[in-house]
């Protein structure tokens, strides 16, 4: 067969994101329909930037989540065929089999894999791994940033200091002093897990009591529903096997493999919770700032006459008064997270070495750059693109959300 | 305002001796001494060889000893070996025992033995800093001018087409993590493939002797990724200044543009970038890390992914301290600078 020219090239990978086309614009015509009755969402159809943003994520998101599901994927991302090592884009496969996709469609890298389905796979790992990451971040950091503000003091004066502390650390040395597989074996992300984890429990515990306080026979069952559901996913986050740390001398038994829902090889544990651990302080300072403007409002004044408590003024007065910023700082955290994570696949740590994430995938094309381009670029640009689509993201949402 | 710089500098001690503490836990851990051991001897040892290498190095005490001899407040370990000879931490190779001195570490201006590079790391630790040194005045030298220039060109008429156009560049440089611009670069600058060899993919030759083809390509990496932050932050100052009244009024007056820019507006817009500047230290940091590693330049970033990756404890100390050291300092230059030139804020 011929390789494919460059013309046929980009009409075959437009067709292959067929499905991702389709999602987006059922998206963004329905979003467009009801926009004056979704809120911020709405109004960000109203900012071209903010829009612009959107579709370059969404289009990440879609890919990621068809990607999965082998809509979009040509190739193996893992299998290597013989004869494909670096060949070219458009590159027919040698010895295509029946039923097989017969091009490479951006080449093959160095270890005869194809560039183009590899990239797609790449795109679920980051769509899994950092908005997730992102939202335990904010977790952490809205639950200790809050009484950090509100009460001041001491408490405040320690977690501050501990914030900095973190703040103070090359994100890379503690990458690399972190994300080993000796650190791994030493079990200690897995305690890291436990801790970090226990804060969105906390975080609903008392957000939903502070609510529902005064109708303690609606409270109670909804505690009890949430919190069993949560406790549940808890344990199964962190308990691999039947066990919560599993070293080679001793063992913390989790609970058993029935009740496991599901298991996160150590690796991809590691490379979560060290996330988590380098974002959280950060929006511990943007929080704690929000509430210390907060709290002085007349609002406030208003619920603590009512005799509220501080939990509750926390959570219902001081926290949905933030949002806007915050929501902002997601946006724009998401993109430092992904870019995170590219970091550490650009040093080999963490994620296995033959994983499509685009960090690895560049750290091995860059090796041959001077010669083969094909492996190194699509990962870059599409770690470029979906960043780039968060930042306008965020600057449409703080454009539109300072409008009223 | 110099108890407040004496409490900041109370306050740096602390931190860090609480992160040297951390590295140091971390980087002690056992499996973390195995692959020392492993690394040092050979990788075929048996769990008995390990750990009597441990033993003989000292490795196997108990962490804050270890830490207190590291920084010269514990008389260091000595392991008699079965021939009688005494060996330790601060007996350097060619002294005796009894030469050598009975405490040695920080305090005594001892910092420790490199594994990997087999010398000092005082002196690894002081050439490389030097080399980076030269990376990051360049860095320096092309960032900051050309950030500030496009803050204040965008922030001078806000929402203009100019305007647009500089903040949609800086939101894109900011959205570009070195590895990714570093990897477009070399591909369209420095590839047999495009055919452009304009600059050099490398920029090992540059430790001897820079030139503009092989060190414009990482100056200009590093500095892409930090100038937009900077000048979205001069921007968004310059645009608060030129709203202001006494811009209006110097605008009725009939004062001419330019002159409102450049005479009026200009000192107080860049104040807040300073702040800004101080504080992207940290961040160069890593963007130091990324590019000496893409472009295979020897410097103070090299040094931290070699330590870090061979677990060579004493100079993965030494960076770690330097590296907390210059973001402690960086920290406390820009809050004492923003006073100065702020003269609305006083520090009691």
Not at chain 1, 316 to 334: K, M, Q, S, T, Y
């Amino acid at each position: 067969m011929e390789p494919l020219t460059t013309f046929e090239i980009i009409t075959r990978i437009f067709y292959q994101f067929t499905s991702v086309w389709i999602a987006l614009i059922l998206l963004f015509a329905v979003s467009m329909a009801f926009k004056r009755r979704l809120g911020l969402y709405g109004k960000l159809y109203d900012s071209p930037i903010g829009m612009v943003g959107f579709g370059l994520v969404m289009f990440w998101v879609f890919t990621g989540i068809f990607g999965a599901m082998d809509l979009i994927v040509t190739q193996d991302a893992l299998a290597q065929v013989s004869g494909m090592k670096n060949k070219p884009p458009g590159t027919p496969v040698s010895g295509a089999e029946e039923g097989q996709y017969a091009w490479y469609l951006l080449g093959g890298d160095n270890l005869a894999r194809d560039v183009f389905s590899r990239m797609v796979k790449g795109a679920w790992i980051v769509v899994q791994i950092a908005p997730l990451a992102t939202v335990f971040a904010f977790m952490v950091g809205i639950t200790l940033g809050l009484p950090a503000g509100y009460y001041g003091g001491r408490l405040d004066t320690i977690l501050s200091f501990l914030s900095n502390l973190i703040l103070a650390f090359p994100v890379i040395l503690l990458f690399y002093l972190l994300v080993t597989p000796e650190i791994v074996a030493t079990g200690v992300p897995n305690y890291m897990a436990t801790v970090l984890f226990v804060f969105p429990i906390v975080f609903l515990a008392v957000l939903l009591n502070s609510r529902f306080y005064t109708q303690p026979r609606f409270r109670t069952p909804l505690l009890i529903g949430v919190l069993g559901v949560a406790i549940w996913l808890y344990l199964s986050l962190i308990s691999n096997d039947g066990a919560i740390v599993q070293t080679s001398s001793y063992w913390i038994p989790g609970i058993p493999n029935i009740l496991d829902l599901f298991d996160i090889p150590g690796g991809v544990l590691v490379v979560f919770v060290s996330v988590v651990f380098v974002n959280s302080p950060t929006v511990f300072r943007i929080v704690r700032g929000l509430t210390l403007d907060i709290k002085t409002r007349d609002y406030v004044a208003a619920a603590q006459t009512r005799g509220e408590g501080p939990w509750y003024i926390m959570l219902w007065e001081i926290l949905p008064n933030a949002r806007g910023p915050l929501i902002v700082d997601f946006c724009l955290r998401i993109g430092y997270t992904t870019i995170l994570l590219g970091t550490l696949g650009f040093f080999g740590l963490g994620l296995p070495p033959e994983s499509p994430d685009w960090g690895s995938t560049i750290n091995e094309g860059r090796k041959l750059l001077s010669v083969y381009l094909h492996p190194a670029l699509p990962p870059a640009l599409a770690l470029l693109t979906m960043v780039l689509g968060l930042n306008l993201l965020a600057d449409g949402l703080r454009e539109e959300s300072l409008k009223d | 305002m110099g108890l407040f710089i004496l409490k900041r500098v109370g306050v740096m001690l602390l931190t860090a001796l609480c992160l040297t503490y951390l590295v140091f836990f971390l980087t002690n851990l056992y499996p973390n001494l195995e692959k020392l051991a492993k690394t040092q001897g050979n990788f075929r040892m048996s769990d008995e060889q390990v750990s009597s290498f441990l033993e003989k190095g000292g490795y196997l005490q108990p962490v804050p000893v270890k830490y207190g001899e590291w920084l010269g407040i514990l008389p260091s370990y000595r392991h008699t070996n079965e021939d009688g000879s005494i060996q330790g931490r601060c007996i350097l190779p060619g002294q005796t025992a009894e030469d050598s001195p009975e405490f040695c570490g920080i305090l005594q201006g001892y910092w420790g033995y490199s594994t990997v590079f087999k010398d000092e790391v005082s002196s690894v630790v002081g050439t490389r800093l030097a080399l980076t040194g030269k990376l990051m005045f360049w860095v320096m030298l092309l960032m900051i001018p050309s950030a500030l220039l496009l803050g204040v060109l965008a922030g001078m008429k806000e929402g203009s087409k100019t305007d647009r156009t500089l903040s949609t560049f800086a939101i894109t440089t900011t959205a570009t993590p070195e590895y990714v611009s570093g990897v477009i670069f070399i591909a369209v600058f420095a590839s047999s493939a495009v055919g452009l060899k304009w600059f050099k993919g490398t920029a090992t030759s540059a430790m001897e002797h820079a030139t503009f083809e092989n060190f414009f390509l990482p100056v200009l990496t590093i500095s892409l990724y930090g100038m937009g932050y900077i000048a979205r932050m001069t921007r968004a100052s310059m645009t608060e200044v030129m709203t202001a009244q006494y811009i209006r009024t110097a605008r009725l007056k009939g004062v001419s543009f330019s002159n409102i820019v450049m005479k009026h507006a200009l000192r107080n817009a860049l104040i807040a970038p300073f702040t800004v500047i101080m504080l992207q230290f940290p961040w160069l940091l890593n963007g130091v890390v990324i590019v000496e590693t893409l472009f295979n330049y020897k410097g103070f970033g090299w040094v931290l992914v070699q330590a870090a990756s061979n677990n060579d404890i004493q100079l993965l100390l030494a960076v770690s301290v330097v590296s907390v050291i210059v973001v402690l300092v960086t920290q406390l230059i820009s809050d004492i600078g923003y006073v100065y030139l702020n003269p609305r804020i006083r520090i009691a």
